[in-house]
């Protein structure tokens, strides 16, 4: 298994990344994470949780697709922004979701290809 964080100090969250992790190591990482017993989605390409500011994504392999690494990172994106302000509407504001996802994209692939 493959495992990294991503400090997104500027919203002060904190993104843990796992790739190709058996069920248990999954389940451990959740339990570490949020304190609460595993619920990891076995055959997913791409799983995402949130709790506050914590948030987990996982892949199923070490070597996802753009489209699947585009898809858990805009619900990072859309996790964030609800957590800062849950009444807003972030439709009129959508630079400053794309200029995030942009980020947690390159840093999820910049883990993933790390050695």
């Known amino acids: 298994m493959k495992k990294f964080k991503i400090n997104i100090d500027i919203y002060d969250c904190e993104l843990t990344v796992i790739a190709n992790p058996t069920d248990d190591q999954a389940n451990d990482t959740i339990k570490d994470l949020y304190d609460e017993e595993g619920s990891w989605v076995v055959g997913l390409p791409g799983y995402t949780m949130q709790s ?6 996982g892949f199923d392999s070490t070597r996802p697709s753009q489209g699947i690494v585009a898809h858990e990172a805009l619900h990072v994106v859309i996790g964030i922004m609800n957590h800062i302000d849950p009444s807003k509407s972030w439709a009129n504001s959508e630079e400053p979701m794309c200029y995030l996802m942009e980020w947690i994209v390159d840093q999820i692939n910049k883990g993933l290809r790390k050695k």
Do not use: K, Q
């Open 52 to 57: 506050g500011t914590t948030l987990l994504v």
